[in-house]
C-alpha cells in the first residue's frame, strides 16, 4: 500500500516541523492542510501512518574505526581499530542486548563514539534525506523497540534500535 491508493491525486503528505505533525499537501494547486482530503478512508490512512512513518525516533551505538570518514570521537582524538574490528565488538554488544534490550542506553552512554552518547544515543525524530542512506533505510525498516543488526555507514558502524 503507498499513498497513490489511500490520498487522491495529486495529494501527498508532508511533516511540519514547526507544528509537529503531517498535514496534506497538492503540489498542483500549492495547497496544504491539516485535515485529509476529502474522501480519504480515515482508517487506511492511520493505518499506513503506523507502518510508514513520516518521521521516526532512534537510539544508536556507533563504532568508529580509522576508515570512518572523521576518524575520532568524544573517547580517542585518533581511531584506530579496522572496521573488521569495529564490528565485532558491535557483536559483543548486539549479544548483551539479545540477552537484554533494555541496556542499550547504557550501552550508548559507555561506548558509542557519536556524541549523541550523552542521551544513551538518543539521536531524536528525523525523516528522510535527513540521515545517511544506508542508516536511514535501516531505521525506517525498524518497529518501535526493534534493534537493528550491524548497519554500516560513511560514519562507521552501527546498531539502531527505534523508540518511536
Known amino acids: 500500500m503507498d499513498t497513490e491508493s489511500i490520498l487522491p491525486e495529486p495529494w501527498t503528505i508532508r511533516y511540519s516541523r514547526s507544528k509537529k505533525r503531517e498535514y496534506f499537501f497538492n503540489p498542483e494547486t ?32 556507533l563504532i568508529k574505526h580509522k576508515e570512518s570518514r572523521r576518524p575520532a570521537s568524544h573517547r580517542s582524538e585518533d581511531i584506530t581499530i579496522s572496521k573488521e574490528e569495529a564490528i565485532e565488538e ?5 549479544e548483551k542486548l539479545k540477552n537484554d534490550p533494555t541496556l542499550f542506553e547504557e550501552l550508548a552512554k559507555e561506548r558509542s563514539d557519536c556524541s549523541s552518547f550523552k542521551r544513551g544515543g538518543d539521536l531524536g525524530y528525523f525523516g528522510k534525506g535527513e540521515m545517511q542512506p544506508s542508516f536511514e533505510k535501516a531505521a525506517f525498516k525498524l518497529k518501535i523497540n526493534e534493534i537493528s543488526d550491524i548497519v554500516e555507514s560513511d560514519s562507521g558502524v552501527h546498531l539502531i534500535k527505534r523508540v518511536a
Do not use: I, M, N
Request: hydrophobic share 30%; proline share 5%.
Open 30 to 61: 500549492k495547497a496544504s492542510q491539516w485535515e485529509a482530503p476529502e474522501g480519504v478512508d480515515e482508517d487506511k490512512l492511520r493505518s499506513f501512518l503506523e507502518t510508514h512513518p513520516l518521521r521516526v525516533r532512534c537510539l544508536h551505538l
Open 90 to 94: 558491535l557483536k559483543g554488544y548486539q
